[in-house]
């Protein structure tokens, strides 16, 4: 029985009732999912048929945390949010850091279930177990940092931490996120799955600290894992500093930066106005999330030009991709103001850049025309289209209420052979990296159960080149199956489910991380776990949610790329004339399979889910 680490409790709210329940924390649950999303996707699984309409009231909303949450374990700053997602279909499950998180822990949970929807919208406030649901008709419509302050305002308590949506998640947009501070539980549309439950906030308060079960051994696992992130020759040195942008400059030398819908990789060069150097002139602070030495989230200020004033938490090296090169846009202060519209609608800046850039090229091509665009000229690198056009997608207006619904349901629509410049996979955007000059990203992408995610199983060793647990060729196909396996497994878990900042495995604890998680783990919470286990937890999760897929209808087909991925090599720069053909996917997967136990179509095998101890 764990001793510690976890508050111990779920807290089940029914929003129908206006009900609020608390559950014990299964031991079962503990052992073979340990927490975040693993929590978050077993009762997913359990409890949410996988054809559930996402946006209806039988769709569950989930907010889980981990058994280092608030322990004082460096970069243990993360949840897991998890519901049907309405973008794809699947799983979806979305990760944010901040301090939501650790006042969730304090204020007694490991996890808080979301059921039925309220009958007008409402917020839940949570202070130290005691729950009550108050109006949030006052509310709506407003932006998510405003409604932030208006609750804590309401409360009579700045030190609540809020999760909310913005006007997007009550529109219902697919892809709305949820937001905390300035951080968002941002990718599948699951701000939309909180607005369907006229749920605007869940606000928490918390005085409690999770037991350590053995104080001594917990001191020295941090410790261990402390000497990791200062021996690593990329986190402090580079990252604490630069933070993700530093990737711009990097994926531009490897010639991997998408550019332009992916149409022209390597072929413009987008550092001057969105690299390293530029992001640098623009930081006025730093901020960290909970419990985390490093800091590597950056605040920049526009202080002229047209967007002066505008202020950002970021933007993240993602959002310098989806607002900035995949719509032709070089001009940062432009980009800036874009994602903190985006936080303030509450969507989510990949998928809503992505729909924006796959406009553009149709526009270009002559398929849109500016009777479709209501008179936007949506030509690339027009950043004042792009800031309309993130209104339209928020309040749901004219091509802006298509753009929303994701690019895979728009191409849909819209015909025309769209399809094949829809940059998409299982209905969500892709992220930045150019998978035809990095292969495991590839694959990662095609399988991972959330669709194109980068963050499931983010092939680092072809990023920065750590030869950990093998040294990689980003252009080769062959082995990319067993490493998208361990980096999807090992991510799931030392991530994922422990809710620890992912890019403490990308840059500091790959060659630990499973042995650093069980120190970490087995100390705070009394349990027993070997390095092995941590591994297979990691491999639990991934089949039970393609478990749920295959229950909402996916398969091998769906584990697939973009028409352009396949058929159109990039064109110049450091990857030229890389791409993944239709028999590079199938050898690849074919591996992928093979390695994880499942058949050719992507099932998992009875022998396999016997070995998972999956009913
Ligand atoms: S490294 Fe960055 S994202 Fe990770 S916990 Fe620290 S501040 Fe947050």
């Known amino acids: 029985m764990y001793k510690g680490g976890y508050a ?30 693993g929590f978050g996707i077993k009762y997913l699984y359990d409890e949410v048929k996988p054809d559930t309409p996402a946006l209806d009231k039988a769709n569950k909303l989930i907010f889980a945390v981990g058994p280092l949450t608030a322990t004082g374990a460096s970069c243990s700053s993360r949840m897991a949010v998890v519901a049907r997602s309405p973008l794809t279909g699947a799983v979806g499950m979305a990760l944010a850091g901040g301090q939501f998180p650790a006042e969730m822990k304090r204020a007694g949970y490991d996890m808080i279930i979301i059921e039925g929807k309220a009958e007008k919208p409402a917020y839940v406030a949570i202070n130290d177990g005691e729950v009550k649901f108050r109006s949030a008709e006052k509310l709506s419509g407003m932006m998510t940092t405003d409604t932030q302050l208006f609750i804590k305002e309401e409360l009579g308590d700045h030190n609540y931490r809020i999760a909310c949506i913005g006007p997007a998640g009550e529109k219902v947009v697919p892809m709305a996120c949820i937001v905390n501070e300035r951080r968002a539980a941002g990718r599948k549309g699951l701000g939309a799955v ?37 021996d690593s020759p990329v986190l402090y040195p580079h990252f604490a500093k630069a933070g993700t942008p530093m990737v711009v400059d990097a994926m531009t030398e490897m010639g991997i930066y998408s550019i332009k819908n992916w149409s022209a990789t390597g072929q413009i060069n987008m550092v001057p106005g969105l690299g390293l150097k530029a992001q640098d002139e623009m930081i006025i602070t730093r901020s960290h999330c909970h419990d985390c030495p490093v800091g590597c989230s950056q605040v920049k200020l526009v202080t002229s030009g047209p967007y002066a004033g505008y202020l950002s938490e970021g933007p993240e090296f993602e959002t310098t991709y989806s607002l900035g090169s995949t719509v032709g846009v070089d001009y940062l202060p432009a980009v800036i103001a874009a994602d903190r519209l985006c936080d303030e609608y509450g969507i989510d800046t990949i998928s809503a850049g992505v729909a924006i850039g796959w406009a553009m090229e149709l526009y270009e091509k002559g398929i849109l025309t500016k009777k479709d665009t209501d008179g936007i000229d949506l030509k690339f690198g027009n950043h004042a289209a792009v800031i309309e056009m993130l209104r339209k997608i928020a309040y749901q207006e004219g091509l802006g209420a298509l753009l929303g619904q994701g690019t895979k349901k728009a191409a849909e629509k819209i015909g025309k052979g769209t399809g094949d410049y829809a940059m998409q996979i299982k209905g969500l955007e892709l992220p930045a990296y150019d ?20 963050n499931r199983g983010y092939a680092f060793q072809e990023i920065f080149d750590i030869p950990i647990p093998e040294k990689v060729d980003r252009n080769a196909t062959k082995g990319k199956g067993r490493l998208t396996k361990w980096n999807q497994d090992t991510r799931a878990v030392t991530c994922d489910c422990a809710t620890m900042c992912a890019f403490l495995l990308d840059m500091a604890v790959p060659a630990i991380a499973c042995q650093n998680t069980a ?54 720069g450091a990857s030229k004339g890389q791409l993944i053909s239709q028999k590079d996917l199938d050898e690849m997967l074919d591996e992928y399979y093979a390695e994880r136990g499942w058949d050719k179509n992507g099932t998992p095998t009875a022998a396999k889910l016997k070995e998972l101890g999956i009913k």
Do not use: C, W
């Not at 089940?12 to 031991?27: C, F, M, Y």
């Not at 292969?439 to 995610?453: C, E, P, R, V």
């Open 8 to 37: 111990g409790k779920i807290l089940r709210i029914d929003l129908s009732k206006q009900s609020a329940k608390e559950e014990t924390l299964p031991e079962e649950l503990a052992k073979n999912y340990l927490g975040g999303a």
């Open 194 to 230: 909180m607005g369907s439950k006229n749920l605007k906030a869940i606000a928490v308060r918390g005085h409690k600290r999770p037991d350590i079960a053995d104080a001594e051994s917990f001191r020295k696992a941090r410790q261990a894992m402390n000497k990791a992130m200062k």
């Open 435 to 454: 998978v035809r000059g990095a292969k495991a990203h590839g694959l990662n992408y095609a399988t991972s159960y959330t669709g194109a995610d980068h």
């Open 519 to 572: 120190d970490l783990v087995n100390a705070a919470s009394g349990m027993n776990f070997t390095a092995e286990d941590i591994e297979k937890i990691g491999e639990r999760l991934n089949n039970v949610a393609r478990l749920f897929n295959i229950g909402a209808g996916f398969s091998r087909k769906d584990d697939t790329f973009p028409r352009r991925l396949m058929t159109e090599p990039i064109k110049a």
